[in-house]
């Protein structure tokens, strides 16, 4: 079994549909982070949680970290065609950084 | 300066060529990681070195043969290498080695696209 589920894994939207992302775990984590990645690029990292039950914005993007700190979602409002990518969620474990198996985003206009 | 640059943004090579990717950071950084990434797949980890010494390789088949000359380079030494070794090869860096569970931030370069015939 994968270490970090992700779900959808797949996600096509009309431009201004809002949607949510989510990344779940038997595991208790002391942080989390978010990564995007564009076509021909490399991961970008847009956040780092830290403690259950906090709330990050960034724009757009509202990323939640679980309360018992194993599970974590990226909502988007009005989703852009620019917020089309590969959404990966991330920990450390065995001091490696391993990636969920990531949500492939579309956003059509 | 954020950047980790690589070089080749493309490569193809035969299976009996040697060639040689090429990772650059400038941040001062002092873990640097080489990553393998399957069309529509989250990057698999291969290296990690940390302060300049190699501390994890993952298993990776010895076609792969990491190398850093210095702090601020990691090279990635390929020979004969087989066609599903056909992938975005992705180099990172972070400030430290991520330790006690909690995670570093790592920036990524653009990756090299490598294809295997």
């Known amino acids: 079994t994968q270490l970090l589920e992700q779900s959808p894994q797949f996600l096509s939207i009309q431009e201004g549909e809002n949607l949510t992302v989510y990344c779940n775990s038997s595991?208790?984590?002391?942080?989390l982070q978010w990564y995007r990645q564009e076509p021909g690029e490399g991961p970008v990292l847009l956040v780092t949680?830290?403690?259950?039950?906090e709330v990050k914005k960034l724009k757009r993007l509202t990323f939640q970290f679980g309360d018992a700190r194993k599970d974590s979602s990226l909502h988007i409002t009005a989703a852009q065609p620019g917020d089309t990518g590969l959404y990966l969620c991330?920990?450390?474990?065995?001091?490696?950084?391993?990636f969920g198996a990531g949500t492939i985003l579309r956003v059509k206009s | 300066d954020t950047e980790v640059t690589q070089t080749p943004k493309h490569l193809v090579m035969g299976m009996t060529n040697k060639k040689s990717l090429k990772c650059e950071q400038h941040?001062?950084?002092?873990?640097m990681y080489w990553y393998k990434q399957k069309a529509k797949k989250p990057p698999e980890l291969m290296f990690v070195?940390?302060?300049?010494?190699?501390?994890i390789n993952e298993s990776v088949p010895s076609r792969f043969s990491p190398e850093c000359p210095n702090s601020s380079l990691l090279n990635l030494h390929l020979h004969a290498l087989q066609p599903e070794d056909s992938a975005l090869y992705l180099c990172?860096?972070?400030?430290?080695?991520?330790?006690?569970?909690?995670?570093?931030?790592?920036?990524f370069g653009p990756g090299t696209r490598l294809l295997v015939l």
């Open positions: 070195y940390s302060y300049e010494k190699l501390s």
């Open positions: 941040m001062g950084h002092r873990a």
């Open positions: 991330a920990v450390i474990y065995g001091n490696k950084l391993v």
């Open positions: 990172a860096s972070s400030q430290d080695p991520s330790t006690s569970g909690y995670v570093e931030t790592q920036y």
């Open positions: 595991s208790v984590f002391s942080s």
């Open positions: 949680v830290v403690t259950g039950g």
